[in-house]
């Protein structure tokens, strides 16, 4: 291993698209022959971007129960247990979708305290161009969860535009006058992480060489933070499905039809979502699904019938926890009444505390 261990964090908002960039971007760093490790982070455990990373082969660390910011030392952690059992030469780290100031409470502290162990890299931050064209042309980045995505974008040293698949032309323009009047200082990289344009060189040239720092000490107001983490709802479970009539059932079509009646829920009742996630796994035989702002479903993994599986679910939406809890037990009834049988492994839903990073190195945050 040559130099330093390098040390990419890559933030952004709730759907954004950062696990799929984190694998793509994996599988291409590995593909120049470099060890790479993965950091996962939520709220609560029991997280679908785990158990996707995993499944891939990936080596991963997950920090739960509290942001990076909040849980600095299980951070660290998770950074040295990637160094010494895999004597990885990059670790990819992915913070909790809600959180911001991280260059006060992660970048700065990371380089003053081991920057004798770690390369930390300029913090990047990715970006669903659909979510900003939202709030923005809403003017909604004073109170509430804009006010965290704005900050995510203010005190990023790189924006990545993600999903440039979908961005018809005009959006696409009006986007980057956005950027232009608004984002000027940011470098910016656009790509798309599901098909994988423009990953592999923002993975194996940008992430490894770029020395761009902004060092964008953003002036934060915690209490209209922690108001806005606040009106987001958490939902993380583990079930065990079965099939009550002990018939085989056909575990992808069951997760788009899931899926589908989700998102029709989440629409009537006008509830932003932020994102919802599945993963089923029986055996060696997978299937994952996931909606994106109540717009588009995807599903994907591999075909495949059996009588039983386990299925992770999170949810993530502009909404209360407890909301969130009746919508599922009203869709596990409705499927229950179909011969399907849920039992409850783990669950756990809440709403975000009020953020107490370990560490702030950031004199103009108030």
């Not at 954004?16 to 599988?27: E, R």
């Not at 895999?86 to 502290?109: H, M, N, Q």
Request: charged share 20%; proline share 3%.
């Amino acid at each position: 291993m040559m130099g330093k261990p390098k040390l990419i964090l890559i933030g952004g908002f709730l759907g954004a698209g950062k696990t799929t960039l984190l694998s793509m971007a994996a599988h291409f760093l590995q593909s120049q022959a470099k060890k790479v490790g993965l950091i996962t982070n939520d709220q609560a455990a029991g997280l679908v971007d785990t158990q996707i990373l995993e499944f891939s082969g990936f080596n991963v660390e997950e920090v739960s129960g509290s942001c990076f910011c909040c849980d600095f030392n299980g951070f660290h952690n998770a950074i040295n247990n990637l160094l010494e059992d895999f004597k990885c030469d990059v670790i990819l780290a992915e913070p909790v979708g809600s959180c911001t100031d991280l260059y006060a409470t992660l970048i700065r502290p990371l380089q003053s305290m081991f920057s004798e162990q770690l390369d930390v890299a300029p913090l990047f931050v990715l970006v669903d161009p659909f979510k900003l064209l939202k709030t923005m042309n809403e003017n909604g980045t004073e109170e509430g969860p804009g006010y965290i995505y704005l900050k995510q974008l203010e005190e990023a040293d790189h924006l990545i535009i993600n999903k440039i698949d979908l961005l018809k032309a005009k959006d696409k323009r009006k986007i980057q006058e956005l950027l232009e009047t608004q984002f000027s200082a940011h470098p910016v990289h656009w790509i798309s992480a599901k098909k994988g344009a423009g990953v592999e060189k923002l993975s194996t040239e940008t992430f490894l060489d770029s020395d761009t720092y902004r060092n964008a000490l953003t002036k934060v107001d915690y209490n209209t933070y922690a108001i806005g983490e606040a009106q987001m709802g958490w939902y993380n479970a583990t079930f065990m499905v079965e099939s009550t009539e002990n018939k085989q059932v056909d575990w992808m079509q069951f997760n788009q039809m899931f899926l589908t009646v989700f998102q029709q829920v989440f629409n009537y009742e006008k509830i932003d979502l932020n994102h919802l996630k599945i993963f089923m796994k029986n055996g060696s035989s997978h299937v994952m699904g996931n909606i994106i702002d109540a717009r588009e479903i995807s599903v994907r993994g591999e075909y495949f019938c059996s009588k039983s599986t386990r299925m992770v679910l999170n949810i993530r939406a502009e909404t209360s926890h407890q909301l969130i809890y009746e919508i599922v037990r009203d869709v596990v009834e409705m499927f229950e009444d179909h011969s399907l049988k849920f039992k409850v492994v783990t669950e756990k839903h809440l709403t975000p505390g009020y953020p107490n990073p370990t560490y702030r190195f950031n004199e103009t945050t108030t």
